[in-house]
């Protein structure tokens, strides 16, 4: 007699299996490992400069919804009994977190899962018009690193369109991987007098996609507007409620990027990123926090990551570049520098850091540019909710934000956009005429946080809705213009507000 045997396969089983038939079975060069399943980013451009970014996965799409994600559960110290954080008392509990993966399941089985793979990468570029492809040397992704790699293109026109591959080997060199098709523009000459448009966002909350399992609306929207390049102001990913080691955290990042709209965007546009407090670390947080909600999850090692999924290759992330005669930005740091939020305000109280100050102060007095943009993680003007103590626009760093708004406040054509608050607006401070430019959540899932009755005497616009801002830098009849105009996620226009230099 035969014994019967019943078989129960989980669902991340039953996945790994079709996932392993599926490469078994494929025949198709192009779809050999290792792929690129998130995709490439490209940053920091210059008029003679770029950075690609890459990663090597061993899969050639991301694990979907199919499979669940990992539950957190925190212990309370007394009692020894494990809540989920919507059972605990506090909505970030400072008890320690423990991680339950779905049956069978393991960090590279999850939802979102693209786990990364060793291997060889090389990019090849030219200008659009040329015929000859130039080629960077073969370099293998580091596995330290999250399997990425950031390739530094040298030598480029300024104010040039460029076509490249990023192709991928295997780590014997052998097998032929997967390869990206990508373009982007270089940056014009510092005097050189340019059309410019850039888009500016910030709160992409994976939990607030608008196209479930595709991502967010405004990216095909920003795309329509051919954007120079794309500026993101922080909370990128949101740590919070998973990310409670690295490898969960890298996760975040992966579970994003590999998504079609942000895969498809930043093939073909520039980036510069800026990190605020939720893919830093935790929500309002600061160097040397102490926190037991975090798990083993540090504070460093958020500072680590972010440097590891942008294209940057340095350790400083405050910086500023010009593009063209009419327009200079500065991209500041928030996190790094800054002191607790909960000490008593004063001279010494900062969020920028003495050095990034006075950094700051010198290369805007040194400008030549006729419109100069601070890009800031969080604002500076506001208003924002009495209860907020994280920001510029926030009584717990008075006399910083006092000290800066004067200052910018003095200088000829500048404003302020930034992100961080999940509403739009413009807004001039009442005390120095400072203009200031909140791009808005990424989705309207992730609005709120304000109510559009509630007008305060700062606001010249007010909305709480996702979407984006665009920037455009023109010259009407030989005058140079500057024009921020706030979107929906579907790219239909808000708000509209044009600088004229005269």
């Known amino acids: 007699m035969c014994n019967s045997i019943k078989f129960q396969l989980s669902s991340c089983k039953i996945l790994s299996i079709i996932v392993t038939f599926f490469i078994i079975v494929s025949s198709e060069p192009c779809l050999s490992a290792p792929y690129q399943a998130t995709g490439i980013k490209i940053g920091e451009v210059t008029p003679t400069s770029a950075i690609i970014w890459t990663r090597l996965t ?13 539950e957190i559960y925190y212990r309370n110290p ?24 779905p049956d069978e399941c393991s960090i590279d089985s999850i939802e979102g899962a693209v786990p990364g793979t060793s291997g060889y990468v090389r ?107 794309f500026i ?25 990027y590999s998504l079609p709209t942000n895969r498809e965007f930043h093939r073909q546009v520039a980036s510069y990123f800026i990190k605020d407090d939720h893919d830093t670390w935790r929500n309002d947080c600061w160097p040397g926090m102490q926190s037991e909600f975090m798990g083993e999850f540090t504070f460093e090692q958020g500072q680590k990551v972010f440097l590891e999924q942008v294209p940057m290759r340095c350790s400083r992330t405050y910086r500023t570049y010009k593009w063209g005669e009419d327009l200079q930005i500065w991209l500041v740091e928030g996190r790094d ?80 956009i930034c992100g961080d608050r999940h509403w739009q607006y413009v807004s001039i401070d ?20 304000w109510s559009n009755d509630k007008v305060m005497p700062e606001h010249q616009y007010l909305n709480v809705t996702g979407g984006f801002l665009s920037v455009s830098v023109h010259r009407e009849n030989g005058n140079p213009t500057l024009t921020l105009r706030h979107h929906d996620v579907e790219g239909r226009i808000l708000n509209e507000d044009t600088v004229i230099d005269l």
């Open 123 to 229: 990019v090849l570029y030219k200008s659009k018009q040329a015929t000859h492809w130039d080629s960077t040397t073969w370099m293998i992704v580091d596995q330290q690193r999250d399997f990425t790699r950031q390739i530094l293109l040298t030598e480029l026109t300024p104010d040039t369109e460029y076509d490249m591959l990023v192709e991928s080997k295997d780590e014997e060199m052998i097998s032929t991987g997967k390869r990206i098709q990508g373009n982007f523009r270089t940056a014009p000459m510092p005097d050189q007098p340019s059309d410019v448009v850039f888009t500016v966002s910030t709160g992409q909350a994976y939990g607030d996609q608008d196209i479930p399992g595709e991502g967010w609306k405004i990216y095909p929207a920003m795309l329509q507007l051919k954007p120079s390049f």
């Open 58 to 70: 061993r899969l050639p799409h991301r694990i979907g919804s199919e499979v669940p994600m990992p």
């Open 78 to 101: 007394d009692t020894g009994v494990l809540f989920t954080r919507s059972e605990t008392p506090d909505s970030r509990p400072d008890w320690v977190p423990s991680i339950r993966y």
């Open 337 to 416: 520098y800054r002191s607790p939020n909960t000490i008593p305000d004063g001279p010494e109280k900062t969020i920028w850091g003495k050095v990034q100050k006075e950094w700051f102060k010198r290369t805007v007095q040194e400008s030549e540019a006729t419109f100069r943009i601070l890009i800031s993680p969080t604002p500076l003007v506001g208003p924002d909710r009495k209860n907020k103590r994280d920001n510029h626009a926030n009584q717990a760093f008075t006399h910083e934000g006092n000290e800066l708004r004067e200052f910018i406040a003095a200088q000829q054509d500048m404003v302020v």
């Open 232 to 256: 993101h102001t922080g909370d990128i990913v949101y740590y919070d409620s998973r990310a409670k080691n690295i490898s969960l955290a890298r996760w975040h990042w992966a579970r994003t």
């Open 430 to 449: 009442l005390e120095t005429g400072v203009r200031e430019y909140s791009c808005g959540p990424a989705s309207n899932a992730h609005a709120g946080g």
